[in-house]
Nanobody, 126 residues
């Protein structure tokens, strides 16, 4: 049974940093692309980072490029999201997600991932 469990969320001041973790079980982390998404009330869930398996390429939208870094420890089966220079606009619930059939990041983040974590809340205060 696949399970994704996020942690590391919290409250931080504008300009601060946080590192989120996503512990995966029931799958081999290195075998498929892994994604981070976020969602705020009233808005569609949006992708904020993707890590491909195989070539380890990464994708970010313009809103997070240069500030967020996705990485993975395949030996520990943990996915990370390092977030720096945070702003109040980054306030959201953050989710990790994966589709077991996909090895490389798509051009667009798809919401029909096979598995989602329960989310971890990030609040950035000004």
């Amino acid at each position: 049974q696949v399970r994704l469990v996020e942690s590391g969320g919290g409250s931080v001041q504008s300009g601060g940093s946080l590192r989120l973790s996503c512990a995966a079980s029931g799958l081999t982390l290195g075998n498929q692309a892994m994604n981070w998404f976020r969602q705020t009330p009233g808005k569609t869930r949006e992708g904020v980072a993707c890590s491909s398996s195989g070539d380890d390429s990464k994708r970010y939208p313009e809103s997070t490029k240069g500030r967020f870094t996705i990485s993975r420890d395949n030996a520990k089966n943990i996915l990370y999201l390092e977030m720096t220079n945070l702003t109040p606009e980054d306030t959201a619930i953050y989710y990790c997600a994966t589709d077991l059939k996909i090895r490389y990041c798509d051009a667009e983040w798809r919401l029909d991932q096979d598995y989602w974590g329960q989310g971890t809340r990030v609040t950035v205060t000004s």
